[in-house]
C-alpha cells in the first residue's frame, strides 16, 4: 500500500500539464477532445465577428482528418511587451487569460 502525502503531489510547470494530462482540460484526447478544441476555435471567430472585428468564418475539413477555420478577426496581437518579449509566441505557448480594457 503506498501512502498519499504531499510529497507525493507534483506540481507541472507551463505547458507540461496539458501534455501529460490534456484530458484535465479537453475532455479526453480522443475524438471528443478534438472536436472541443475546434469548437472552441471556432467560438473565437464567432466571437470576434459578433463584436463587430469579422466577417467571415470558413471551416475546411480535410480528407486527413483534419481541420482549418480562418477568420477575418483581429488575430493574435503581435507587438512588443514592457519587457521586450514578442507578444505573438505568447498566447500559443503559455496559459493566461484575457483582460478586457
Not at 70 to 87: A, E, M, N
Amino acid at each position: 500500500m503506498t501512502t498519499y502525502t504531499a510529497d507525493t503531489i507534483q506540481q507541472l510547470k507551463g505547458l507540461e500539464a496539458i501534455r501529460r494530462l490534456p484530458g484535465m482540460y479537453i475532455g479526453n484526447n480522443a475524438m471528443y477532445g478534438l472536436m472541443h478544441i475546434l469548437l472552441e476555435v471556432i467560438d473565437n471567430s464567432v466571437d470576434e465577428a459578433m463584436n463587430g472585428h469579422g466577417d467571415e468564418i470558413a471551416v475546411t475539413l480535410h480528407s486527413d482528418g483534419s481541420a482549418g477555420v480562418t477568420d477575418h478577426g483581429r488575430g493574435i496581437p503581435v507587438d512588443y511587451k514592457d519587457d521586450l518579449v514578442w507578444r505573438r509566441n505568447f498566447p500559443p505557448t503559455t496559459l493566461a487569460k484575457c483582460v478586457a480594457q
